[in-house]
């Protein structure tokens, strides 16, 4: 079935049935999901051989665990006996995974080392080496960031992130040694998990949605009238659906901080490695805006979190927020970044409490028969901008837009579209150019 159907790029206009479909809702987890490089574990938070967390890639729960090798090994967390799962914490350090039902045991490795009853019962009538947990077919780190995909075909880890998805990546690197503080905040909402995924790139919705938290007054961040910036935007957009939006400093900006006499914005400063800006580049160094990893990872506040958007069904998105904090920062620095952090997004997040309400509207808002016939409309600044290359890398520099939001609703028809990963490499949108 061509995809496409759903997503007017020409027009901003989007289906308003991918929302709540749940024919639409299963071939996501197929070939979005099943198929992409999905964040799975930051290696800070697996460091010791046994170490395990668990998380999700689409509608499969999986173990990111540090095998005996010391590499990461991502495993489906269903027994091959009778499919329950063979852990059920969500962190700690083991060194088998045992299966409650029947007692099948796992290595490390996702190898089956004990069945009960193995000589007695099955009487030599059971192939242990073709019985171990199924894994992710590719399993691979970038800056600590460990991700794994269950599909062998697609491309490799890097060239999927491409220069958009790692410079994403290296706002939380800016920081140096980081590591998660325990204790991933998670809540269920209300909504479809496209909608939290295109709202990170929403500049518009800020002075609206927010006015009470910012009058709060619990960042002094806000305090800067112009703080969410939307005359000054950047936008840009990356191979197969990642994108950063948002702020930015403009390159006399930015030759300022690099005075030696600057009055250096805090946010910028760790940038001033010559290493970490070569690797993110002349532009991507400027960016101040929200990337996101396609399909669901957010890098937000300067790097000092993420966020994967888990889909449950069509109507129910549940959110996962990671927290970091450099390895050797002294306690009151740990306590104002988690103080920061929560207070502003997860379950207590004065920001994402007002995005919740507004994602559940929006999902309630395509299910009646006379709402669906009235598709999402995305066309802000539609053929007004012109994509940027001047030397550097590829982007827009405009006023608040919805370019990062056509483009995830773009990608994501190319990926329900394709039926394998060769067809998606060949036939995907190419990163727009000339005007936008």
Known sequence: MDYQQYVDFDK?????????????????????????????????????????????????????????????????????????????????????????????????????????????????GLDKEKLGLDQAAQVASYKGFVFATMDPDAVPLEEYLGDVGRVGLSLVAQHGDVEVVDGIQKNVVGCNWKLAVDNLYDWYHPPISHKSGVLSDYAPVFRDPDVFKPHKQMVMLGEYGHGIGGPHWTADEVEQFMQPDAELDPRFAPRLDPALSSEMGEVGIRSNGHPNLFPNLWVTL???????????????????????????????????????????????????????????????????????????????????????????????????????????????????????????????????????
């Open 12 to 124: 901003g206009l989007v289906d308003r049935r991918i929302f709540t479909d749940q024919e639409i809702f299963d071939l996501e987890m197929e070939r979005i999901f099943a198929r992409a490089w999905n964040f799975v574990v930051h290696e800070s938070q697996i460091p010791n051989v046994g170490d395990y967390f668990m998380n999700q890639i689409g509608s499969d729960r999986v173990i990111a665990v540090r095998n005996k090798q010391k590499e990461v090994s991502v495993l489906v967390n269903s027994c091959t006996h009778r499919g329950n799962a063979v852990c059920r914490a969500e962190q700690g350090n083991t060194r088998t995974f045992l299966c409650p039902y029947h007692g099948w045991s796992f290595g490390l490795d996702g190898a089956l080392v004990g069945v009960p009853g193995l000589k007695d019962f099955y009487r030599g």
């Open 302 to 436: 300067g790097g000092m979190q993420v966020c994967l958007r888990i889909p449950k069904d069509p109507l129910h998105t549940e959110l996962w927020w990671f927290t970091f904090v450099p390895k050797d920062a002294p306690d009151e620095i740990r306590k104002m970044i988690v103080g920061l952090t929560t207070h502003t997004f997860g379950p207590a997040g004065l920001i994402e409490q007002d995005d919740g309400e507004n994602w559940e509207g929006c999902t309630r808002g395509s299910l009646g028969v006379v709402n669906r016939r009235r598709r999402h409309h995305m066309a802000m600044g539609l053929g007004k901008d012109e994509v940027l290359e001047d030397g550097g890398q590829a982007r827009v520099e405009t006023v608040v837009n919805e370019h990062g939001q056509r483009w995830t609703y773009q990608a994501w028809a190319d990926w329900m579209s394709a039926k394998d990963w060769p067809e998606l490499k060949a036939q995907h949108t190419p990163v727009p150019r000339g005007t936008i």
